[in-house]
């Protein structure tokens, strides 16, 4: 027999609209069995005109936290008591935590599990070893720049659809971030050493990126962060090319475990079981 029975119940769960696709609860739950902890994480379909009442409810029901998604987290920065300086960089929070006397913190694990997801699938890659172009100008390309400074970048070419947010983006992330206009993104994979897409295009359902790779240097990474399809055609034709890839499922995974850390006391490691398990969800 375990001592489950006299650990307290700790529930934590993803909050969304929609949230019926998430792979998280597949994930935390792994751990906490794995772990042999005492708790579930669940599903939590919240629509945004009802996010602060269910904020507010997390401590009674005995939430130790959440995670935020879509279209919940910039939303959520102006309902919790506290929010770390990361998210406040980010502009984002993609976990909440419950502390003891009920008030809600708001944390960002989306840069640390978008630099994990580098370095764990080239253990020899930096920031700093060369130019970086990224793709896309929304939520998910201000934590790839905050990574990307805080890893020591020196140089970032950003290029988005919407020429107007990227520029905007830019001039908010200094001088180390530069605007390329979307009609030159070809171009300025020239002697990059590193590439993120950070749109939605070449997710399952929607159109490819509409990038030529022809510039691309044969050692640069090229990592995307989605990972419906785990490989999309950008990262198929990089691969082709002979370039290294990284598919969006490492952020996915690095991003849980300093959230499940700061709920459950375990900083979980990824276990082949694990990617096997999430494989079998994306087949």
């Not at 970086?132 to 390309?141: C, L």
């Not at 994979?189 to 590193?194: F, G």
């Not at 050692?219 to 989605?226: H, N």
Request: glycine share 10%.
């Amino acid at each position: 027999m375990g001592m489950k029975s006299d650990q307290p119940y700790r529930l934590a769960g993803v909050m969304g609209w929609p949230v019926a696709h998430s792979r998280s609860p597949l994930i935390h739950q792994h751990w906490i069995s794995q772990y042999d902890l005492h708790g579930a994480y669940v599903l939590l379909p919240v629509q945004p005109s009802e996010l602060e009442r269910a904020l507010r409810a997390l401590p009674t029901l005995g939430f130790v936290g959440c995670n935020l998604t879509i279209p919940h987290k910039v939303a959520a920065l102006g309902l919790v008591d506290q929010v770390e300086p990361m998210a406040q960089r980010v502009g984002a929070m993609n976990t909440l935590v419950v502390e003891a006397n009920g008030s809600l913190m708001g944390y960002n694990t989306d840069v640390f599990g978008f630099m994990q997801s580098l370095r764990d699938a080239q253990p020899d890659w930096r920031a700093d070893t060369g130019a970086v172009t990224v793709v896309g100008a929304g939520g998910a390309a201000r934590a790839v720049l905050v990574g990307l400074l805080d890893g020591g970048a020196r140089e970032i070419r950003l290029t988005n659809r919407s020429d107007g947010k990227a520029l905007d983006m830019a001039q908010e992330f200094g001088p180390q971030v530069s605007y390329i206009p979307w009609k030159d993104r070809h171009a300025c994979l020239d002697n990059i050493a590193t590439l993120v897409n950070t749109t939605n295009q070449g997710m399952q359902s929607e159109a490819a990126l509409d990038l030529s790779l022809d510039y691309l240097p044969a050692q640069a990474l090229v990592a995307d962060i989605i990972y419906v399809p785990l490989e999309t055609p950008l990262l198929a034709a990089a691969r082709a090319r002979g370039n290294r890839t990284v598919n969006g499922l490492g952020m996915l995974l690095n991003q849980a475990r300093p959230a499940f850390q700061a709920w459950f006391g375990v900083l979980p490691g990824l276990s082949a079981d694990l990617l096997s398990k999430i494989h079998a969800t994306l087949a």
